[in-house]
């Protein structure tokens, strides 16, 4: 099976480089949709035979950007964390806090003060994973989601550090699963 990991477009507050996760459902800015426009005129997203989509309202505008028309299957649980206190800031707003900083030092392994636990967010995340792979089958799939899920999900499941995996908004890796494990990934 090929799985397209795809970052979904920026909204306004990734732009303003804030903390954007489960709890602030905001679209894309005008920005974002354009540049998903631009690369998908350009063929840079291939085509899917299934597509998922978190629920959030920014990855399912852009798998409507990139695959027009195509079906969008919400993938339960795969949408991004909670980021508890440090929701809707930016690093120069939270660089002086030290939560912030062992939060930050823990590597994708600690909860945020007052966020969802990180054991919490693993088994939803790997959950929702596991539907898409057994879903998809040998199909070739599309999943848009948010950037920490793929990272979650690429750590946890192909080995390497979580921050291996960061992805600029609309950025993808692609992924070769078999036997229900990730066997190989590229950085498209």
């Known amino acids: 099976m090929k799985l397209f990991f795809i970052r979904h477009g920026a909204t306004l507050g990734n732009e303003k480089k804030k903390y954007i996760g489960k709890n602030i459902d905001e679209p894309l800015s005008d ?30 505008q852009s798998a409507g950007i990139i695959y027009p028309g195509k079906p969008i299957i919400i993938a339960e649980g795969l949408t991004e964390t909670d980021f508890g206190e440090f929701e809707g800031k930016t690093y120069e707003e939270l ?11 823990g590597r994708g392994r600690i909860a945020a003060p007052g ?39 690429l750590s946890r499941f192909y080995g390497g550090d ?27």
């Not at 969802?116 to 939803?124: G, I, K, N, W």
């Not at 596991?130 to 599309?142: L, N």
């Not at 995996?165 to 992924?175: C, D, F, K």
Request: negative net charge.
């Open 162 to 188: 979580y921050y291996d995996y960061m992805l600029r908004n609309g950025e993808m890796i692609e992924a070769d699963i078999s036997g229900g494990r990730i066997t190989e990934i590229k950085k498209l």
């Open 95 to 105: 660089k002086d806090d030290a939560r912030y900083i062992k939060w930050i030092d």
């Open 115 to 153: 966020a969802e636990a990180t054991e919490t967010f693993d088994r939803r995340v790997e959950k929702g994973f596991f539907s898409i792979i057994e879903k998809g089958e040998d199909k070739k799939t599309a999943a848009v989601l948010s950037g920490g899920v793929i990272m979650n999900i």
């Open 31 to 60: 920005h974002g949709a354009e540049t998903l426009r631009e690369r998908t005129g350009r063929n840079y997203y291939p085509d899917a035979d299934m597509l998922f989509s978190s629920e959030m309202l920014r990855c399912r």
